[in-house]
């Protein structure tokens, strides 16, 4: 199979701004989404997994701070493209659906309505047409100040960040004051040196792009213009044409050339707009493929007449009327009862090989992993602590944390979770030194205090960052309880070979 990466995340770092200091929610993370897989995230509720998927969705909250990093997807960083842009990618290009389907639809809506309403909002075509013969040249001026802006906004949030640090400091001496001050003021200025070269050395680039954008937008006005008279004038010589008949047409014949008038101007108006009768029977189909019964009925109905998984399938229905090429499923069937949520992930990986989409899905449940997964990245305390193919993971996992993951399971004959992890997860505005679990792991040795492990390679597609990997680490054996559940399926396997 090719490695074809649809999504690269590279060296993601990403703070928050707090009343107690700056959280470190995600901390140096790079993974890759290869097209028509399933990436799972997996790890304990706060170790970033959320923070992952909004940042990919552009929808951070305002008090983040990306710190380092970036997200590439179609050889753009999506951390620096410009608002115009992220508008088409969001929810177009990359779908996402949230945990509460609820909270993703509006109750005072139909359900029918809530569904065509995302594709009508684009339903004039030649306006599609202008904007897709300027886009390019637009996305390339627009990004040039978007980077800029960011540029400049980033070296802003790091001077407010080292002021509300400076300040919050407590018991300093008067002497310590004074430099601080003296430190704030130099930052300042050196801020203001930094805005002013930035804006410099995009200014040239920014002026170039701009006109060559204004000689695109002014040909496509005319391209536009000619389509539309070519069209019109098609419509109208098709008229007289079928007018003519009409005139000299027996009593009999009228009523089928009265017809063939009707569709020829419905023809007309679809192809300057996508009508409503057209983006129903396109919401119709839809129903059907995420498996709405009776999708005419529902269609006329509110979120509250439809069950749990119902509306999930709902939600799953609007982010597929734009066609994604990425989907990211953020913990889709926490809310739903067992039954139901294991229809859910059903559904999206039989949408996801009918329509060859690749999926980030989002879970703090192994069992579902087990289900979706053909990679998984195992986050702790805002890292990747475990990253390789399912197989790998499931057969051979390496860090102490993925290991206590497995043993946490419940069983799937007695349903009985066999290990609680001990301890509660660190608090990230002052994560621990050296393996952030070693306080929870009874296999922490006293480099893992202070020492961070780095990602030790298992294979070309497994990484651990345990310093249990280290050539010069004691041989330690994982918990028994996942051995012997790796021996018992292995044994299973075979049986069913
Ligand atoms: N806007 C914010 N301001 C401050 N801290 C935040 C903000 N958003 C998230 N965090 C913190 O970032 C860390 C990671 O949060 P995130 O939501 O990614 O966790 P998660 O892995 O999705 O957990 P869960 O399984 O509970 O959904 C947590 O410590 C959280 O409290
Ligand atoms: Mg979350």
Redesign the pocket.
Known sequence: MSQDKVLSVNNLTIN?K?DNGI?K?VRDISFDLIRGETLCIV??????????SKAIMGIL?N??IIENGNIIYRGENLLEISEEEFYKIRGHKIGMIFQDPLSSLNPIVRIGKQITEAMLINSDKLKIMYNDLISDDLIRYKNTIAKRNIEIANEKKKLEAFIAEVKAKENVSAQERAADKEAIKAKKLAFKEFEKKTREKYEKKAKELKAVLEETQRQAKQQVKEYKEKVAAEHKARLAELEKKLAASSESEKTKIKEEIENEKLQYTNKLKLTKAEAQKRALAIMREVGIPDPERRFKQYPFEFSGGMRQRIVIAIALTASPEILIC??PTTALDVTIQAQILELINRIKEERNLSCIF?T?DLGVVANMADRVAV?YA?KIVEYGTAEEIFYDPKHPYTWALLSSIPDVDSKEKLEAIPGTPPN?IYPPKGDAFAARSRYAMNIDYREEPPMFKVSDTHYAATWLLDPHAPKVEMPKIVSERIRISLEEDQKNE
Do not use: W
């Not at 790890?43 to 992952?52: I, M, Q, R, Y």
């Open positions: 928050f707090t959280l929610a790890g304990e509720s706060g170790s970033g997994k959320s923070v992952t909250a008090n983040a953020d913990e989002i703090h986050m805002g990230m």
